[in-house]
């Protein structure tokens, strides 16, 4: 199961205290408490694993390591360990507690959410003309702690969208080595599948239906993943008795949700062409007469169709090397 939405508490190190304590070397008076070390930073760091949200399903909390006490002899204490928590490349981080938000697009890429308390200093540090002998310390302050909000949206180039049994996992399957499940039932995709075509990411984005913008069906948990897609392949099932009926469907979803949705570029895909006669075809192609590109009729059992498909994608290819 997919864990894209999950909040936890964080809690960054607590600084060491300042020692107190004096020069033991013969000859050598004076304070010689050294500083307590400053407490671990909490970070996270962007991951291509799109699992790696699933480590917070049981485990609610993450603190870093405490900075230690300050020493004798002028020894400072180590800094507390930072924790580094490993997110998905495309979350969100809302920091409920601060009321921010930050997002972790790049792989590797590393962002700071809670401080760590910094150390208290020794008494070396009170020394004095009028105070040789101080007894004065600081205690470590604390580390930020707070309520963080882990929002996964997935990035991916080509996002596969349409009503449930529209064949988008079976397309998945046929062009990239993803194991999407597939059966001729509603809903058999509860999780986005990922796979790669050459340089291409693609999506299957599962679990829409009518009124999936205001909660009905699982849609509602799926449509933020659309919003970083930079192309949608909308699939329609050719043995469908209301073709346009079904790609209005979505199209309504999207703009209810995020009206920036529906102004993505997009390509129409008619599916299990196989099950149609040429009469069928030429008549739900009719049906999307007025959009600006022709649907693509196609089926996973037809290699010459998906052919079509695949021309697609490599044009895809290029534009996006045109752009970097």
């Known amino acids: 199961m997919l864990v894209d939405d999950i909040t ?9 205290k300042g020692a107190v304590a004096f020069n033991k070397n013969m000859m050598s008076l004076g304070p ?21 949200l ?36 495309g979350t969100v981080v809302h920091d409920l507690t601060k009321k921010t938000s930050i997002e972790v697009i790049k792989i590797g890429e590393r962002q700071l959410i809670s401080e760590g308390g910094k150390g208290g200093k020794g008494n070396f540090h009170f020394r004095g003309p009028h105070n040789t002998s101080p007894r004065r310390f600081q205690p470590g302050l604390p ?13 991916a180039d080509v996002g596969l969208i349409g009503l449930p049994n529209a064949g988008k996992s079976s ?41 999936a913008s205001i909660g009905k069906g699982l849609g509602i948990k799926f449509l933020r993943h659309i919003e970083r897609t930079k192309v949608l392949f909308h699939l329609i099932s050719g043995d469908s008795e209301h073709p346009r009926a079904d790609y209005e469907i979505i199209r309504k979803e999207l703009t209810a ?17 196989d ?11 009719s049906q999307f007469s007025d959009r600006p590109a022709k649907p693509l009729i196609y089926s996973i059992h037809d ?3 998906l052919e079509g498909v695949k021309k697609l994608l490599n044009q895809l290819i290029k534009e996006k090397h045109a752009q970097e």
């Open 171 to 211: 397309l998945l399957n046929e062009l990239t080595n993803a194991k999407s499940k597939v059966a001729n039932y509603p809903f058999t995709t509860l999780a986005p599948n990922l796979g790669v075509y050459y340089e291409l990411v693609l999506a299957d984005i599962p679990g829409l239906i009518e009124g």
């Open 303 to 305: 290699a010459e169709s």
């Open 32 to 52: 010689a408490g050294g500083s307590g070390g400053r407490g671990g930073n909490v970070y996270v760091e962007g991951v291509v694993d799109i699992s790696r």
């Open 8 to 16: 936890i508490k964080v809690q960054a190190g607590k600084g060491g």
């Open 54 to 89: 699933r480590q917070f399903r049981f485990k609610k909390t993450a603190k870093a390591e405490d900075g230690q006490n300050g020493k004798p002899q002028f020894n400072d204490g180590h800094d507390g360990q930072d924790l580094v928590l490993q997110i998905p490349v």
């Open 143 to 155: 580390g930020e702690a707070g309520t963080i909000r882990f929002e996964l949206k997935l990035i």
């Open 257 to 273: 949700y995020n009206p920036a949705l529906s102004a993505k570029p997009e390509y129409i895909f008619i599916s299990k062409s």
């Open 275 to 285: 099950l149609l006669s040429e009469e069928a075809i030429d008549g739900i192609a």
